[in-house]
T-cell receptor, first 113, second 112 residues
Framework: NAGVTQTPKFQVLKTGQSMTLQCAQD?????MYWYRQDPGMGLRLIYY???????DKGEVPNGYNVSRLNKREFSLRLESAAPSQTSVYFC????????????FGNGTRLTVT | SQKIEQNSEALNIQEGKTATLTCNYT??????LQWYRQDPGRGPVFLLL?????KEKRKERLKVTFDTTLKQSLFHITASQPADSATYLC???????????FGAGTRLAVHP
């Protein structure tokens, strides 16, 4: 099984450009998440989707939008990239319910110049 | 606000020794705590879960304790090996949805 697959692995954007980060999971999980990871800081939740058809804001949602396309796919969109969005972005999925372990992809390293 | 603290300095130990990593938290009452391992350039990988009513959990060479009075979790790796070298993250959660709060992680280096 591939688990959680993220594309692209690396991306460089200029300030103001837009892009969509793609995420797909093949574990039939209901819940999916987007986190960002910055040096010296813990993973911070951007958005999550508890189940297909629902999305909710996490801790740091400003500047981002998400789409839960179907049960497998959960995309993250930056409409107008800013240097503060330079980070490593991780997608994760889990079974339904509190305390279920998260399964992470290997991340997208994004640089905004 | 909720705060999770893990040692920011790397922990260096000799192969065969026990590594002990600390996770402290404030302004939070988690129902459970999870530990993850992260290798460079990779996503975190789940290791262990411990709930608030459990004092200790073991899995092979790994042991986790959870003290809700001290607001602290300890993560032990016994008989450590160079392959255990990685960053270890603790994450706290509560409520109906799996909205975890992560610590920044502690890097462990096991030397031969």
């Amino acid at each position: 099984n591939a688990g959680v697959t993220q594309t692209p692995k690396f991306q460089v954007l200029k300030t103001g450009q837009s892009m969509t980060l793609q995420c797909a999971q093949d574990m039939n999980h209901n819940s999916m998440y987007w986190y960002r990871q910055d040096p010296g800081m813990g993973l911070r939740l951007i958005y999550y989707s508890a189940s297909e058809g629902t999305t909710d804001k996490g801790e740091v949602p400003n500047g981002y939008n998400v789409s839960r396309l179907n049960k497998r796919e959960f995309s993250l969109r930056l409409e107008s990239a800013a240097p503060s969005q330079t980070s490593v972005y991780f997608c994760a999925s889990s079974e339904t319910g509190a305390s279920a372990p998260l399964h992470f992809g290997n991340g997208t390293r994004l640089t905004v110049t | 606000s909720q705060k999770i603290e893990q040692n920011s300095e790397a922990l260096n130990i000799q192969e065969g020794k026990t590594a002990t990593l600390t996770c402290n938290y404030t302004n939070y009452s988690p129902a459970y705590l999870q530990w993850y391992r992260q290798d460079p350039g990779r996503g975190p990988v789940f290791l262990l879960l411990i709930r608030e009513n459990e004092k200790e959990k073991r899995k092979e060479r790994l042991k986790v304790t959870f003290d809700t009075t001290l607001k602290q979790s300890l993560f032990h790796i016994t008989a450590s090996q160079p392959a255990d070298s990685a960053t270890y993250l603790c994450a706290l959660g509560s409520g109906g949805y799996n909205k975890l709060i992560f610590g920044a992680g502690t890097r462990l280096a096991v030397h031969p």
